[in-house]
């Protein structure tokens, strides 16, 4: 498929660069589709649509079988909360019309855009699957911790001074050197109110990618050890109940591999 799109684009020959440029224009054009669609659209309210584009490229040049960049949740995982939003087959059918739309405006011959939304319509059922079982229970457990640890002015007072603990703290300080901790406080607040299952504001990078520039530095085990430290050391202070700050070192653990790019 990649090189049957590289021929078309290119008269004949086929150059990966002219099939990546092909995707490219394709996905630029179906999000300016599919922004204008009504039916679909409030599905991307909030979205980064930068970020979403570059994903789907990646993704779309897998499918077609190009080279594969593409570093996104599967689709059932990816799609999950847009399903507990609504999102239902009468929603996958506008995607897949607009898909469409973009490919025969591009001039596209029907059996490449017949092969193309088999592939898109091979996703169907893990789009809009949604959450398993076992994530929603998850979710609740987190909803809960939220709750239950004193909601918004909680999270913000423990990140308060969970930050001025690890700024005094000299195993781990350096790695805050030149950081604007102000900036940096706001981000920790948004992830770990979406962590224990608030209001889902957080638009940082992801654990491995926004950790990558410290584990060069040599950030390790033992540096993360002394922030589980600071973090437990942070909601005793704040006379946390000690199973809520079980649950809470939990989840702070289980970034522990992406953090340090295991």
């Given amino acids: 498929m990649f090189s049957a799109i590289a021929r078309f684009f290119s008269g004949g020959s086929p150059e990966p660069a002219q099939a990546d440029a ?29 970020k979403q584009s570059a994903k789907q490229k990646a993704f779309l040049t897998m499918a077609f079988g190009g080279p594969g960049n593409y570093t996104g949740e599967d689709m059932r995982k990816g799609h999950a909360h847009l399903v507990a939003k609504g999102l239902d087959n009468s929603h996958f059918d506008a995607v897949m019309e607009n898909l469409g739309a973009t490919l025969t405006e591009l001039g596209v011959p029907n059996e490449l855009i017949g092969e193309a939304a088999a592939i898109a319509e091979s996703t169907r059922t893990d789009v809009l699957s949604g959450f398993t079982a076992e994530e929603k229970a998850a979710q609740g457990r987190q909803a809960s911790l939220y709750k239950r640890i004193g909601g918004d002015g909680a999270v913000n007072a423990a990140v308060d001074i969970f930050y001025r603990k690890v700024l005094a703290d000299e195993r781990i300080s350096q790695f805050f050197e030149g950081v604007d901790m102000d900036n940096q406080a706001a981000k920790q607040k948004a ?48 006379k946390v109940p000690a199973d809520i700050i079980s649950e809470a070192a939990a989840i702070a653990e289980s970034t522990r591999r992406d953090v340090l790019g295991k």
């Fill in 22 to 50: 092909a995707v490219n224009a394709a996905v630029d054009l179906f999000y300016r589709k599919v922004l204008a669609d009504d039916r679909i659209n409030q599905f991307f309210d909030g979205v980064d649509m930068d």
């Fill in 191 to 238: 992830f770990l109110t979406m962590a224990f299952g608030g209001p889902n504001n957080y638009s940082g990078t992801d654990m491995r990618k926004g950790h990558a520039h410290l584990v060069k530095n040599g950030l390790n085990d033992s540096h993360f050890d002394a922030v589980m430290e600071n973090l437990g050391a942070t909601l005793t202070e704040l």
